[in-house]
């Protein structure tokens, strides 16, 4: 049964970010201007202990926690409350120097050096106890501190180790998966190919770059043990949470769709999901909207795994990063839009890397809300600043979420099998970027997607988006299936069920998994398109799309054809079709090319319709969401153009000016407008959503 969960009680919306006074330790006058300054910025949580060990515990066993009370404290009594991080992140010299087995070993099996950080071995025995031992310290010092809200464990998980604690592992997982059947496992990874065959799991090695790396099963559940291994390291810190503090909640931050992890799995383990979001503002290759779209797509995902609950963002850059190929400063007024924009998306919070920028080291020209300069008066703590005044003002949103009508399928195992199939073009693949393409499709259209996994529930959406559905399992078909005789429009494309959980092809056809029933039609053959190549796909109102790099020559069985090829030797053949199922209004959809965004739009705008969603058209530049509770609508919009951009009508009061709308109204360039509808006293554009009970929050 799943564990009761807790939520943060968070009345407020939160406003703060990374704080590291364990580095002015001898500048107490900093330490107190650094309050005085929290408090102007309308900062209200400060992430405190990220990467604090050595100063936590300079000496093993030897602790020194009363700075870090003194700061709690301090900060508490002055309105500012605690995150608090376990010190994993990064380990003290004297924890390498006596347990070497915690450090990394990567993929050619060669042994890290002590330093930097993110380089544990997420299996040593060592390096979990002396985790434990702090982090037990922490639990019984501040558990019940009255400003600590939210545990934060370790610091964006990631990376693999290949030592031989990490591979002797992995065999034990293989044995336990395959039921300590070689011969299943053989079948599955179809090892007779090149001689690839195991007579015992202890022959099996982790992929190395200069070993076993050519078999597709082994690769996939590699990755597979690598998220499970992680999620058990985390369960070990977060196991002393649950039973020290009960009460407190525990996070870790993601990081955007970070490819060494399925987030899904360690999702399930967390009270809260939160998660650093840096992007490439003002970038020279792409539109602001384009870049702040993206954004959007990722809090979605991040949505996705914390259903009818609002996530955090963890994370954000006030000014600029100093990790990018360019480390441009964000344009005024883009942090205003990237604050709200989190909110809009369903965040309840918006924090900064980091507080103060330090003196020294790696990290010494990142952004921060406070320059080297000191100032309280510089153009970017004056933006965190009006931010701060933004989000009080927004306060009451904490109590209501996005509830999204569309859902997008996105999976990391399909993902990590689509990257390492050998076919098609290894650069044109693209799936994260043809999931993205769909939310941008759906975003202008007005329709909220979630990004959901092919194991979550569909039955609340009316429609769902499956792009590249390369892996699928015969139950993930099974939920397919009843997804669409329950009345659901299912849209599929191009290299759809193509592989089994082991990355094993289905004969007979893809779909397979009995999806070619589902869609009534299957794919012989699928071209791959030099950039140079052109073809198109003819609709029935003799409207032509532009086909991109692959196409499927369909068979159809008993579906409707939509659209044919208009070139080369497949032209005439089925491009696009649709199979109605039930009495349900159900129809699953197949598209099978990579087609242009306009004319993917109009494909999904009709399914859309049939589904009953109704679909509007927002502006260019633009980005508009709703949160909404049982009382109320919030219509956020969001202008990322260099042009005033006049929206549809809306009903109810002008949230941050506090004024009834106008008869026409406009967002102004790099600038937001909220609305705030009274649900059933009048109608704004782009809504239309269900009723929902008011949100649960802990008081
Ligand atoms: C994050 C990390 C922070 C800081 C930041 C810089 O990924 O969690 O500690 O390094 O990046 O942008």
Redesign the pocket.
Known sequence: MERQRIALANQELLHGG?YNPEQWLDRPDILKEDIRMMKKAGVNVATLG??SWSVLEPQEGDYHLEWLKDIMDRLYENGIRTILATPS?AKPAWLDEKYPEALRTDERGQRRHHGV?HNHCMTSPDFRRKVREINVRLAEHFGKHPGLILWHIS??LGGACFCPLCRKKFQEYLSDKFHGDIETLNQAWWTTFWSHRYQRFDQIEPPFANGENSIMGLNLEWKRFTTWNMTDYMKSEIEVFRSLTPQIPVTT?F?KLYPGLDYRRMAKELDVISW?S?PRYHNDYESLYDTCIENAFDHSVMRGMCKDRPFLL??S?PGA???HEFNKQKRPGMHKLAAVQAIACGSDSVQY??WRKSRGS??QY??AVVDHLGRDDTRIFREVEQTGQILKKLQPVTKSIVRAQAAILFDWDNRWAIDDMKGLSQQKKQYEKTCLSFYRILARLGVEADIISRRDDMGGYGAVFAPMMYLIEEDTAERLRAYVRGGGQLFATYLAGYVDQNTLCYLGGFPGAGLKELFGAYSEEVDTLYPSDRNGIRFADGSIGEVRDFAEVLRVQDAEILGTYTDDYYAGGAAVTRKKCGNNGGAAWYTGARLDDKAMEKLIARALTEAGIPVSEIPQEVEYHCRENGEYRYHFWLNYGKERVKIPQVSGEDFLAGSCPAQENFVEPMDVRIFLERKNTGKAAGSGMAAIPEMEVMG
């Open positions: 990374d990220v990467f992140g950080r610091n964006e931050n990081m650093d840096y963890m994370e850059v990063v100093n990790w890397f980091q790696f990290e990142h952004g």
